[in-house]
């Protein structure tokens, strides 16, 4: 039985973890921590990392970038893996993410779908065959609630094709305050915000004579609470270090 402290419980995917693991008789969550520290399953809500008093094997955090510092600091404490599901980060919670991991198990992921990973996959031989003949856009589509933008997913799809391009492409977020063709080596990247859309990455590769897109649309948020669980149960068997979905998936 993995013991789960949910950070974030009381938010939208916070309350789907909190969901699927009720299903799964191999998880159980002890404890909660949200801003908002109210306490609407069996187990206790605490409003901050420092008064949880609950004995765990892993947290699962789907709460605020703001968050990370109390997060890692907890989990170092009480040598706890976490899983961080948060987007938003800057470079430098990027950094302290890296050097946390030296001391406990961290999983970090940009998107926690299989699917998404698999887009990442395709994508990269997409540019293996195509070179750089072809202009890269993606577009991203999430629910009017996101704040961040563009998403994490769309970035981390941009760093990916850029990085099997030895890192010669820039990315261009806005074009309003630009009046010129658009120049070879760009991807462009563009977000669109409304109503309750889960989730939409698309990436085109649009030739001279042809487009080829790639689309992942997640229709429900159960596939990252399910992914992140995943994770949960790999990353309490791990030692300390920084582990992705395609471990996991390994
Ligand atoms: N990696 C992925 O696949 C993936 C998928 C979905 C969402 N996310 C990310 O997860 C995060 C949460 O998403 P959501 O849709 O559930 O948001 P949400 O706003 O519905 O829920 C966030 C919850 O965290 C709590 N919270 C905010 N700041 C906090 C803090 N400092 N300490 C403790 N609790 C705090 C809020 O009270 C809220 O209940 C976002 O960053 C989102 O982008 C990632």
């Known amino acids: 039985m993995t013991r789960v402290i ?9 309350r789907n973890v909190s969901r699927i693991c009720g299903e799964n008789d191999d998880m159980a969550v002890v404890a909660g921590v949200d801003l908002y520290g109210v306490a609407l399953d069996a187990y206790p809500v605490f409003t901050e990392f420092a008064k949880v008093d609950v004995p765990a094997d892993v947290v699962i955090d789907f709460s605020n ?3 990370l510092e109390a997060i890692l600091d907890y989990c170092v404490k009480n040598r ?11 470079d430098e919670q990027l950094e302290l993410i890296k050097e946390t991991s030296k001391v406990i198990p961290i999983f970090r992921s940009f998107n926690m779908s299989i699917g998404i990973n698999l887009l990442t996959d395709l994508i990269k031989k997409a540019v293996s065959v195509l070179g750089d003949g072809y ?3 993606i577009v991203e589509k999430h629910h009017n609630k996101k704040k961040d ?5 769309a970035l981390a799809l941009a760093e990916s094709i850029n990085h099997a391009m030895a890192d010669a492409y820039s990315f261009v977020y806005d074009r309003s305050d630009r ?3 658009r120049r070879p080596k760009e991807i462009g990247i563009s977000a669109v915000r409304g109503g309750s859309i889960v989730g939409e990455h698309e990436v085109i590769f649009a030739g001279t004579d042809e487009v080829i897109t790639f689309t992942h649309t997640a229709y429900s948020r159960a596939i990252f609470a399910k992914g992140a669980i995943a994770a949960a149960a790999f990353l309490s068997r791990q030692k300390k270090g920084l582990y992705n979905m395609q471990d996991v998936i390994a």
């Open 6 to 14: 949910i950070s974030g419980c009381n938010g939208r995917m916070g």
């Open 65 to 67: 970038a703001a968050a």
């Open 80 to 90: 706890l893996p976490v899983v961080l599901c948060t987007t938003g980060y800057s």
């Open 135 to 137: 202009d890269i856009e």
């Open 149 to 153: 933008a563009p998403s994490g997913t």
């Open 179 to 181: 009046f010129e063709q």
